[in-house]
């Protein structure tokens, strides 16, 4: 029989229903309730991805499974412009990716400036188990990738060939706010047994030079997770992100007590304290998505405009508004 505190929270979010937009103001106070698991993922890309990664964790495959094949139905979809297949390329015109995969024991894996490969965080998760490092990158990452039995492929589909002919016209590199250009996806786990899973991929940013690696990658900037406290993951300008250390800082400031939302912010604040008077300033947008050992989640951005998807028993594909600084 249900228990009075299982009606009250099923009364609170039940009635939310199938892709309900909810501000994450609204959610905040409804989040608290430790419903295990539990996925957020970046944008709404995320929705298919976390009922992926929802479906392997129900069939009892793990947690770094699901978010490894959660993150892989995003990387797979030509239509989603900035991972894997039909990412945007660098300004030659060439595909590059990065990824990286993260797990309760603070085992991690990374691939970064990865070519032809349509799943880098496959690469990535194989660098974690098969190899003594955390990450490969370029030729040597691609020959590892072959190694282990991935094809080659050509990522650059005709419709982003087509973007970046039109871009070359200008060549003006302003990484544009939003989804536009600005969507990686990253994965949040939390299992019933409480443990924190993190996956992260990504093409980067549109035009970018060629060899530019951004945050995505890098272990403690794009994905950060520590099992006794929680979980952090970035989207957005990767150079901004970096420069903070972004997801790793609101890890430690949750491990100091402060709720998801509140870390989010405060390095959100961070950033745009240092990038104020900056001439990226004016496109500059980073978000944070965050969750906690208690199952609390938040997500939080510069700029309005920045979403995230959240799945768990009671909210099945949930995209929820991310609070914004400006
Ligand atoms: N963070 C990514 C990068 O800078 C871009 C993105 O989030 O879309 O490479």
Request: glycine share 8%.
């Given at each position: 029989m ?10 609170a979010?039940?009635t939310?229903?199938?892709s309900?937009?909810m501000?994450?103001d ?9 419903v ?11 929705l ?14 793990g ?10 139905v ?8 900035s ?5 945007y390329p ?12 993260m ?7 990374s ?29 040597g ?11 080659q ?30 969507d ?5 786990l ?7 899973y993190g ?9 970018k ?7 995505s ?20 300008l990767g ?7 972004g ?24 950033i745009?304290?240092?990038?104020m ?39 099945k ?7 914004f600084?400006?």
């Open positions: 249900e228990n009075r505190r299982n009606f009250l929270k099923k009364s979010l039940g939310l229903g199938v309900t937009v501000s994450c609204t959610l905040n106070k409804t989040s608290s309730e430790a295990f698991p539990r996925i957020i993922s970046t944008w709404n890309h995320g298919d991805a976390n009922k992926k990664a929802w479906e392997v964790l129900k069939n009892g495959q947690g770094l499974s699901a978010v490894e094949e959660g993150v892989k995003t990387e797979a979809d030509p239509n989603v412009r991972v894997g297949l039909g990412g660098d300004r030659e015109g060439i595909v590059t990716l990065d990824a990286c995969i797990d309760k024991n603070s085992n991690c894996g691939v970064s400036y990865l070519q032809n490969i349509k799943h880098p965080i496959s690469v990535a998760r194989h660098v974690m188990e098969d190899t003594p490092h955390v990450m490969l990158s370029g030729s990452a691609l020959d590892f990738a072959i190694s282990k039995g991935f094809k492929e050509n990522l650059l589909t005709e419709a982003s060939k087509n973007d970046w002919i039109k871009w070359k016209e200008k060549s003006d590199y302003k990484p544009k706010i939003n989804i536009e250009n600005h990686t996806i990253s994965m949040l939390i299992d019933e047994n409480r443990d924190l996956a992260c991929t990504t093409s980067g940013a549109a035009w030079m060629h060899g530019r690696v951004g945050d990658p890098i272990i403690g900037a794009g994905l950060f997770l520590d099992n006794e406290v929680g979980a952090a993951a970035a989207t957005g150079e901004a992100i970096i420069k903070t250390s997801s790793a800082m609101v890890v430690e400031l949750m491990r100091q007590g402060h709720s998801p939302l509140e870390a989010c912010k405060t390095i959100v604040d961070r745009s304290k240092i990038h008077n900056s001439p990226e300033w004016e496109y500059l947008q980073v978000g944070f998505i965050a969750l906690n050992k208690n199952g609390e989640y938040a997500g939080y951005s510069l700029r309005k405009g920045f979403n995230f998807s959240l799945q768990d028993e009671i909210n594909d949930l995209l929820i508004d991310a609070k600084q400006i």
